[in-house]
């Protein structure tokens, strides 16, 4: 398999896996408690899907394609960082700054899973591609 699509599929399959156990379990009250008006009854899965294929391109074009370059999943992992806090700061800032019920700390949690899920993601795609990719 090419190295890219290694990477995007390795990095796609980990952040759904992180993201599913996040929301799923792991924050569900959390996000319930501070934000339940605000959510849906039930959760779009195309709109969701649509959003982890896009979102994972630029994982890979802005984290892990620099690292494979460098052949470093340290560079992965400190650029997938980077991508996830700004494109999560994004987020949660513009609902902070036009939503009401929108928190300081549902804003500064999720930027922070944000970069840590994108982060693990990017790594994972850069190491799958260095050991299994041509």
Request: proline share 2%; aromatic share 14%.
């Amino acid at each position: 398999m090419p190295r890219y699509l290694l990477a995007y599929v390795a990095a796609l399959a980990v952040l759904v896996v992180l993201d599913a156990l996040w929301l799923g379990a792991v924050a569900k009250d959390f996000y319930r408690g501070q934000i339940g008006p605000l959510m849906a009854e039930q959760v779009r899965f195309g709109v969701a899907a649509f959003f982890y294929l896009l979102y994972i391109v630029g994982v890979v074009v802005f984290a892990v394609a620099p690292a494979l370059a460098a052949e470093s999943v340290t560079r992965a992992l400190m650029l997938g960082v980077l991508f996830g806090f700004f494109a999560y700061m994004t987020y949660d800032l513009t609902n902070l700054a036009t939503l009401r019920g929108w928190s300081w700390q549902v804003t500064l949690t999720d930027i922070a899973w944000g970069s840590f899920v994108s982060a693990v993601a990017a790594g994972a795609g850069c190491a799958a591609a260095l050991r299994l990719g041509r």
